[in-house]
């Protein structure tokens, strides 16, 4: 069957199996493979894309389901081949180490930015809970996004300390209080 | 190659927060990853895995699935019937199995076919006939097995290994000891769950030699392998690491889709990929075994530890693997980190119908390590010390060798110790329990904060421990001359200038092309070697991180370097990438010394220029045209690294595992706290310091510092591989294994703490692995600050809580802290505490019962 949709700006019409998923129709026959496949039971996020401009798991769903929707990539996000602020700040602050969930993660915290220009870390938090990473334990993940916002609103100089990181972390720690010793070495001090 | 004073340029590279040269590739989407590619004619394989834990194969029947349009062929293990292993002694497994499966999951045969999902209709049309065999999933159990039970013929009683190693004299020890604990833990086994599933692609090219890509992390052991399994020499083999979605250890053996698809290219005619869905990911396993730890420190009235013995059982399911590593680590890494001069270490790997076990992420360390620093939180509170005092007096006083043989030259343990304690404020808000002060009162609710706030049922307690690891393995597992790292530095003639285009004397600006090219065989995961290779070749040469381009791991133009595990890299490839830039520029500053008639040794290499020592300058790319032998058209620098025999260790039995050129440390406080109506745990913060000798790139080593105490933190709160009694994972999915989510993961707080190792790149040492052993003993002594309950089974999940604390409840207020964690629903259950002294040597551990 025939499935039309929008990705990434461009129309394109698809002559596809009608169970085709919709990461199978961008992996395999669009070869957008920048969006990745890290489970197949909606457990990860990595397959993270945005459906008509909400994050959307393309493992889960049926390409022919999306049609006449406007899709976005990873691939679809940078404007005349510069990366977003959001790609930049994953880059700079140790958001991304192997890589394999950073697509998801950029498209669902774009999907947040986008509706929300000032968000708490409960609500980053919340809108990245259901995206897996392995590797960073998530801290700089946060702090790649508020690296992105503080970019965002001009204050880029300060938010170029990945120890923003744990201060981050920090306040969204809550009820702990934080501890009144002083500040030990670290490499950033 | 000694750390040396730094130049100024150095210094803007060298510690200075960089980002990963490959970062714009991962956050753009356009990085490949093996699964993102493919190649013309590319077929797809998928392979049926043994839905029996143990039994023979009778036959395997493929008429049906061949009949199936579509499908190109089916292998079986007849087509590969080499068998293969990790270590020289351990070559046991075949790529299908051609006789026996030995789990659920055990690989049978593979479809190959036009599509995936033609291939995946085709795997129930497959028709095996088994013979079932009796199957053990418990350790203890498959030691008593008869013979029909045993996994492997040439290892009775399902024994895969033993080691027994005394050092000192333990038991004399223990007798004049003041206080003694002994105790039994259970760690069950966990596995790495890489976000990306391992996936290979295999090409046969018209020459008839083989190219693969494969999510590895060790290409040198994969491309040995397929050449012994696919007969071929390993130069008629091309083995290709595209970027890797992460690895712990999971892709540092054959997992075996490798050889299946080279072998099913082969037989097809045709390139073939295979890519695992996630629940093979977890079949595949080569995770943390299972530990059962029966161990007893003893110290004297002052703290001073006297001895600790230890018997340590491993689960390491069906294949041997990495095992007898593995298990040598639990050992060797036991009494290594404090001054113990007394050590018992009985260690036994068993056989199981489980998937099998391999390397993760601080292997063989940590589930010792946690059982280790928990008991000395309970030998404290006896000794009326503060836990964090006992550790500073047992201290090491490098340089020193342990009593195992292992040499330690930086210890930046005590510094971590102090950064800690001081961050979390452990004095003063520690309830003390442990400090002489009275023991928890029975009153059905614990020791009570003064400081408090919180709900009456919700009590908050600090815990504090420590880990170290290696940086990378003194010896290579299969060749004991091998050399473990080659990094060449390769520098090209400039091309003509572009007209108009400026060159000679001009510092190479950020958009210059690359002036140099680092060719090394490392395997980047995403822990950032590209990137700490380019920054030491960088500076070196004086040149600026972007003139410096990285090719890695692709065997048929890059070096050897042995792969990435044992948190190797930085300290072997970065020394070979800082001989190999020397080697450079010792090229450079001889031609130039002619020119100029200086001494070499006066020329530096500084912002992207070289310079002579009365003035003379030249850019970089004018001095390398001038260094060119006539007709040359690049310059080579070539740099090696072989840990130095004095790194080497002893010479008793089982002594190449453990040594290292370098250790690195952590200490960690971890604040709890712990609801005693749900039982439920809650880490709110971990305070963790690591001794990475040099912190080469500061993001990147909070950044492994934090995942590996996060990683440490899923196996304390969350994750555990379930089995059911019939040998079943019961949990293969990322939801049910309880990967913790960002909802799930409090705030780390990392410390870099700077040691300068003698003989590190720069001083660094290893920084990724170290950290994640102290989080799961921190946490229980927190646990314990908050509750006044020891638990001896990670995770530490609401009803292990819950049923230790009832056990406390139902204790008699004898003084003595409840010790009813001890659930062990998986495995034998064992004495609620004291359990006897380990065995004498050499005696076979207890049976199941
Ligand atoms: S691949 Fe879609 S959620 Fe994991
Ligand atoms: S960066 Fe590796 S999974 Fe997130």
């Known amino acids: ?189 | 190659m000694a750390s040396r004073p730094q130049s100024d340029a150095a210094r803007a590279i060298i510690g200075a927060p960089t980002a990963m040269v490959d970062a714009p590739r991962k956050t753009s989407g356009a990085g490949a990853y093996t699964d993102d590619l493919a190649v013309p004619g590319m077929l797809h394989g998928k392979i049926l895995h043994s839905h029996l834990p143990h039994a023979r194969i009778r036959g395997v029947d493929a008429g049906a699935a061949l009949a199936l349009p579509g499908v190109r062929c089916v292998i079986t293990g007849a087509d590969a019937p080499t068998a293969y292993g990790v270590l020289p002694i351990g070559k046991d497994e075949c790529a299908l199995q051609p006789d026996k499966a030995r789990y659920i999951g055990d690989n049978i045969a593979c479809v190959v076919a036009e599509s995936e999902r033609i291939a995946a209709a085709a795997l129930p049309l497959i028709r095996v006939e088994y013979e079932p065999l009796p199957a053990y999933f418990d350790p203890e159990a498959a030691m008593a097995a008869p013979a029909a039970g045993w996994l492997h013929d040439h290892r009775p009683r399902n024994i895969e290994k033993e080691y027994h190693h005394v050092f000192g004299d333990p038991d004399a020890a223990l007798a004049r000891a003041a206080a003694v604990c002994r105790n039994r833990y259970v760690c069950p086994a966990v596995t790495h769950a890489a976000m990306e599933p391992h996936a290979t692609l295999a090409r046969f090219e018209p020459d008839g030699g083989l190219t693969v890509w494969s999510s590895t992390q060790v290409p040198y052991y994969l491309h040995k392998t397929l050449a012994r399994v696919l007969q071929m020499s390993m130069e008629r083999i091309r083995v290709i690491k595209p970027m890797v979605g992460g690895g712990f250890g999971g892709k540092s053996e054959v997992c075996p889709l490798e050889i299946v698809a080279a072998v099913a290219a082969r037989r097809a005619g045709a390139p073939v990929k295979i890519t695992y869905s996630r629940e093979e990911v977890f079949y595949t396993h080569r995770g943390r075994p299972l530990q059962l730890t029966e161990l007893e420190t003893g110290a004297a009235a002052d703290g001073t530890i006297l001895a600790v013995r230890a018997r340590v059982i491993q689960d390491g399911g069906a294949y041997c693997g990495y095992g007898p590593v593995t298990l040598l680590y639990s050992g060797a890494l036991l009494g290594a980190m404090y001054d113990i001069p007394n050590v018992r270490w009985d260690g036994y790997r068993v056989l199981t119908n489980k998937p099998a076990c391999g390397a993760m992420r601080g292997h063989g360390t940590v589930n010792t390590r946690f059982a280790f620093e928990a008991q000395l939180d309970e030998l404290a509170e006896r000794l009326g010390l503060d836990p964090a005092e006992l550790r500073r007096r047992n201290f090491l006083q490098p340089p020193c060798r342990t009593v195992n043989g292992l040499r330690v030259l930086s210890y930046g343990l005590p510094e971590c110790l102090e950064t800690v304690v001081a961050a979390s404020g452990w004095r003063e808000r520690r309830t003390g329990r442990a400090a002489g002060a009275p023991p928890a009162v029975n009153d059905g609710r614990g020791p009570r904060r003064a400081d408090r706030a919180s709900a009456p049922s919700r009590r908050h307690g600090l815990g504090v421990a420590c880990s170290h690891y290696v940086s990378g393995a003194a010896n290579a597992v299969d060749r004991a001359d091998a050399i473990h790292s080659t990094v060449y530095v390769e520098a090209a003639a400039p091309l003509p200038a572009p007209a108009g285009g400026a060159s000679g004397g001009g510092a190479a600006s950020d958009a210059a092309p690359p002036a140099v090219a680092v060719l090394t065989g490392t395997a980047e995961i995403g822990q950032g070697s590209d990137t700490m290779q380019a920054q030491i070749v960088a500076a070196a040469l004086g040149l600026p991180l972007a003139a410096v381009a990285v090719i890695a791991a692709d065997s048929a133009i890059t070096p050897m370097d042995l792969g990435s595990y044992s948190s190797r890299v930085t300290f072997m490839a970065g020394n070979a990438a800082l001989r190999a830039a020397e080697d450079l520029k010792q090229q450079i500053a001889a031609a130039l010394a002619r020119r100029w008639n200086c001494d070499p040794e006066a020329i530096r290499c500084l912002g992207g220029q070289v310079l002579g020592p009365s003035g003379q300058a030249l850019s970089f790319a004018a001095a390398v045209a001038a260094a060119l032998p006539p007709g040359a058209a690049h310059l080579r620098g070539v740099g090696t690294y072989s840990p130095p025999r004095e790194a080497q260790g002893g010479d008793f039995k089982g002594a190449g595992v453990g040594p290292s050129p370098a250790y690195s440390y952590s200490a960690q406080v971890a604040e709890v706290s712990v609801d005693e109506d749900s039982g439920q745990v809650t880490v709110h913060k971990i305070w963790a310091a690591h001794d990475c000798g040099r912190a080469l790139n500061p993001v990147a080593v909070e950044g492994q510092v934090i995942g590996s105490v996060w990683m440490g933190l899923g196996q304390a709160l969350s994750e555990e591989m379930a089995y059911t009694r019939s040998g079943q994972l019961a949990n293969p999915g990322l939801l049910d294994y309880r990967v913790p989510t960002i909802l799930d993961s409090p705030p780390v707080e990392a410390f870099i703490v700077e040691s300068l190792d003698p003989e590190g790149p720069f001083g660094a040492k290893e920084a990724g692995e170290g950290s994640l052993a102290a989080v799961i003993p921190a946490i229980a002594n927190a646990i314990y600050d908050a509750a006044g309950i020891r638990l001896y089974q990670p995770p530490f999940t609401p009803d292990r809580v819950l049923r230790a604390l009832q056990a406390r409840a139902a204790a008699p207020a004898s003084g003595q802290a409840a010790t009813a964690g001890q659930d062990q629903p998986e495995t034998k259950p064992g004495p609620a505490s004291g359990p006897p002294p380990p065995s004498p040597a050499g005696a076979p551990p207890q049976a199941g019962g």
């Open chain 1, 1 to 189: 069957m025939i499935t039309a949709f929008t990705v990434n700006g461009q129309p394109r019409r698809l002559e596809l199996d009608p169970a085709t998923l919709l990461l199978e129709a961008l992996r395999e026959h669009l070869r957008l493979t920048g969006t990745k496949c890290g489970c197949d039971d909606s457990s990860c996020g990595a397959c993270t894309v945005l459906v008509n401009g909400q994050p959307a798991l393309a493992c889960t769903l049926l390409a022919a389901g999306c049609d006449g929707a406007d899709i976005t990539t990873i691939e679809g996000i940078a404007t005349d081949g510069r990366l977003t602020a959001l790609q930049r700040a994953f880059g700079r602050m140790g958001g991304a180490q192997c890589g394999f969930c950073t697509p998801g993660m950029v498209m669902a915290a774009k999907a947040l930015l986008d509706g929300n220009p000032d968000p708490s870390d409960g609500e980053i938090q919340a809108a990245l809970s259901g995206n897996i990473c392995r590797c960073t334990g998530y801290v700089q993940i946060l702090a790649s996004v508020r690296a992105a916002l503080a970019e965002a609103a001009g204050a880029a100089a300060d938010a170029a300390r990945p120890k923003a990181a744990a201060d981050a972390q920090r306040r969204a720690a809550g009820p702990t209080p934080p501890p009144q010793a002083a500040e030990p070495q670290s490499a950033h001090g």
